[in-house]
């Protein structure tokens, strides 16, 4: 679909109260598992935007940076015509959902935001995802790194296009620090019912960071994930899922 001029490509999957879920630089593969999942276990419809230039996708030169995501995600809600929308965002998609909790889109009832960058927090750097090899990133990345290892030399030539396209397009919108410095004390405006859920053993961001994001907006839950890193919704999908029920007040499993 075309949302103000810019080509997007939305999965749509199941019926119910509307779930917005934000990727993160890992692209709509680090989600799509998750989806079906989500859906069911909520009841919900949950879409899912890849973000232009992830994946394959086209991003327009203009659309460099995360604030802008966040526009373009809060007019596909208007033209979705969309209200009650829960938003979950991991990682980069977690920094887009808070910058689309401070736009005060009328459609957006709760954000979610799991193991999200984009705030700068002293003594919590995040990661230095540029300079990390894939299997550094696994180790970083996850509980049991070993259950997810990509090789990328031996995924075919589509595969590491893939791959080398979303980091180039991560590094677009993300910048290098993965932060912005103005995020944090911004947050104390978000008005949103917001829940922070965090792996214990995230080590691209750890939970003193999780923390940290929590105190900064009013009335924010933070929950921590056992035996889970940066990715709950590849490695603990069953345990973020209940967290989202609860929120939403669908029945956990």
């Known amino acids: ?148 290892r990509i090789d990328p030399d031996a995924l075919p030539p589509a595969g590491r296009a893939t791959l080398a396209a979303n980091r180039a397009a991560l590094a677009v919108y993300a910048g290098a620090g993965m932060t912005d410095p103005t995020l944090l004390v911004r947050l104390r405006d978000v008005t949103l019912p917001t829940l922070v859920v965090w792996g214990e053993d995230d080590r691209i961001a750890d939970p003193g960071y999780g923390r940290a994001l929590a105190d900064a907006i009013p009335g924010a839950e933070l929950r921590v994930l056992p035996r889970t890193g940066h990715l709950p919704q590849l490695e603990t999908p069953d345990a973020l899922a209940d967290v989202l029920a609860e929120l939403v007040g669908a029945s956990p499993r």
């Open 1 to 148: 679909m075309i949302v103000d001029s810019v080509p997007l490509t939305v999965s749509d999957v199941g019926t119910g109260a509307p779930v917005l879920v934000l990727h993160g630089g890992g692209g709509p593969a680090s989600v799509a598992p998750f989806v079906p999942l989500l859906a069911e276990r909520l009841g919900s419809r949950v879409l899912t935007p890849t973000h232009p230039g992830f994946a394959g996708t086209e991003r327009p030169d203009g659309l460099t940076t995360i604030r802008q995501l966040a526009a373009l995600y809060a007019r596909l809600l208007d033209e979705l015509d969309l209200d009650d929308v829960t938003v979950v965002g991991n990682s980069i998609g977690g920094w887009i959902a808070q910058e689309l909790a401070l736009l005060g889109s009328p459609r957006v009832g709760r954000v979610v935001l799991v193991d999200s960058v984009g705030v700068d927090v002293p003594g919590h750097p995040v990661a230095d995802f540029f300079a990390l090899t894939f299997p550094e990133l696994a180790q970083l990345s996850y509980h049991d790194p070993e259950r997810f």
